[in-house]
């Protein structure tokens, strides 16, 4: 009966949002694209339980791209926990393009991120790579002390809630929802609060509801060996770095016993400096390397360069994640916001274990978030078991994502009624943008109800590896 009611209201936006005037807001420009959007600002209760203070956000409407637009538009909402919903406009021209052609896009920065009250901690070291970990774990602790902000304001379910807000203000009746790894958590739980406002979901790199974030050892090494399995599978890769595995595992035991400090050329000015090498440092960009399946195939070469004491590559790919503009990257305090309250509180010795057992992904890497969760003095939030979703929702995985494999895309497909998941084999961390991606998304939103023909996603081929300075194989 609840199935049929949702399918009925499905048909209702056209007439029953008819008489309702969106927002107007105002023509912005934001970075990733040249065309303006429509952007305004939206209040939102501090804390939904008690009346008072409230906070801005910062909301970012892509209009359709035809004029017959549909009243269900899409909110895309970004991951991390810590990303801003503004860092996905360069994917309004790629990923997004043909469900654009007939839907509002609606970007909204999460509190806490972006232009809605950034909770940032900018670094004011001149050389980041030199500090010992010991004085970046203080420093982050004085930054998280001096914002001064009521950290456990910013959960999962208040993000939520300040959706439903954004969505009454634009005068929607109903929404489509793509979440983005720590976007759909974000988007499983609004569909649980607010069943009657979601049309659809897409969910790609699909956090299951019991996933605990820190706790990522295990699907982390899968990962890497898939990655030494196909490149001692390929000809070119294996005879080029036939000692890979153990390469890499001689890089870790030397790291684990002392940092090295490394004579560089500073990557801005060319100046010689010094880089200090740990552990953490490494471990961390070879995670962060496997998220993209591009990217990943340049890992064989790094290691082995790293090998033989040409650390300039590794060095290299590992300052691409360090953007030195003043407002970019993600909000590490609110990250810590939502982890330390959601997360790190059911992280039991036992579980840690496990899912470090065998994993280059040790203790001390995870437990670095312990650390900082201690200043934070957010209450844990209790887990519940989800409810049903009734809402039509698209899974999507990448064979060879390191952190939301298609495992627990599967994990959480068990909450939901009506969910088809699709699986590319030659994808990592997130594929709507993969191949025939994004008019698989179109043609889904359209018809929810249908099974989607995800045949083209076999045709997705997997990148070449590169096997020296020159890059990439043709």
């Given at each position: ?10 048909l ?22 040249e ?16 009346a008072?203070?409230t906070?801005s ?16 538009p ?31 896009i ?16 900018p670094?004011d ?10 004085k ?9 002390k ?6 456990a ?10 959706i439903?807000l954004?969505?009454?203000k ?15 958590r974000l ?14 979901m ?9 996933q ?21 599978e ?45 552990s953490?440092?490494f ?19 790094l290691i ?7 650390w300039q ?21 609110l ?11 059911r992280?039991?010795?036992a ?23 201690e200043t ?17 929702v ?17 994990a ?9 998941h ?12 993969l ?6 998304l179109r ?8 099974p989607v ?22």
């Amino acid at each position: 009966m609840l199935r049929l009611m949702l399918l009925a209201l499905a048909l209702l936006p056209l007439a029953a949002s008819a008489a309702v005037t969106p927002a107007p807001g105002k023509d912005c420009h934001l970075p990733g694209t040249e065309e303006a959007l429509r952007c305004l600002r939206v209040d939102v209760p501090l804390n939904y339980k008690q009346a008072g203070a409230t906070l801005s956000l910062h909301v970012a409407v892509a209009p359709a791209l035809r004029e017959s637009a549909r009243r269900d538009p899409l909110f895309l909402l970004a991951g991390g926990p810590g990303e801003a919903g503004s860092d996905l406009v360069p994917l309004l021209n790629a990923s997004f393009r043909k469900v654009r052609a007939t839907r509002d896009i609606v970007l909204i920065d999460q509190r806490g991120t972006g232009l809605s009250g950034k909770l940032d901690c900018p670094s004011d070291e001149p050389n980041e790579e030199t500090i010992s970990e010991e004085k970046a774990l203080a420093d982050a602790r004085d930054c998280i002390k001096s914002l001064n902000k009521p950290y456990a304001d910013y959960t999962t379910e208040a993000a939520a809630r300040d959706i439903d807000l954004v969505r009454k203000k634009l005068g929607y009746a109903q929404i489509n929802l793509w979440g983005g790894s720590y976007g759909s958590r974000l988007a499983q739980t609004y569909a649980r609060l607010f069943p009657e406002h979601v049309r659809a979901m897409v969910l790609d790199g699909v956090a299951a509801p019991d996933q605990i974030v820190p706790a990522g050892g295990r699907d982390a090494q899968a990962a890497l060996d898939k990655l030494f399995q196909q490149c001692s599978e390929n000809q070119p890769c294996a005879r080029a770095f036939p000692a890979l595995r153990s390469e890499f595992a001689s890089i870790v035991a030397a790291l684990n016993k002392a940092p090295l400090m490394l004579e560089l050329p500073d990557p801005r000015t060319a100046e010689m400096r010094q880089v200090r090498m740990t552990s953490n440092r490494f471990l961390g960009t070879v995670h962060n390397i496997l998220y993209s399946q591009a990217d990943s195939r340049r890992l064989p070469f790094l290691i082995h360069s790293a090998y033989q004491n040409r650390w300039q590559p590794f060095i290299a790919r590992s300052n691409v994640a360090r953007d030195f503009a003043a407002d970019a990257g993600p909000a590490m305090p609110l990250h810590l916001a939502v982890v330390c309250a959601e997360d790190y509180p059911r992280l039991t010795p036992a579980l840690l274990a496990e899912d470090t057992r065998d994993s280059f992904l040790g203790k001390p890497q995870i437990e670095r978030i312990g650390a900082l969760c201690e200043t934070m003095h957010v209450p844990a939030v209790p887990w519940t078991t989800p409810s049903k979703i009734e809402a039509p929702v698209l899974l999507m995985s990448g064979a060879l994502d390191p952190v939301t494999p298609p495992r627990r895309a599967e994990a959480a497909k068990q909450y939901m009624t009506h969910a088809q998941h699709l699986i590319v084999s030659n994808g990592g961390h997130i594929v709507s943008q993969l191949g025939c991606g994004p008019r698989l998304l179109r043609e889904f939103l359209d018809l929810p109800d249908k099974p989607v023909a995800a045949e083209c996603l076999k045709e997705i081929p997997a990148p070449t590896f590169q096997l020296n300075s020159a890059g990439p194989q043709p």
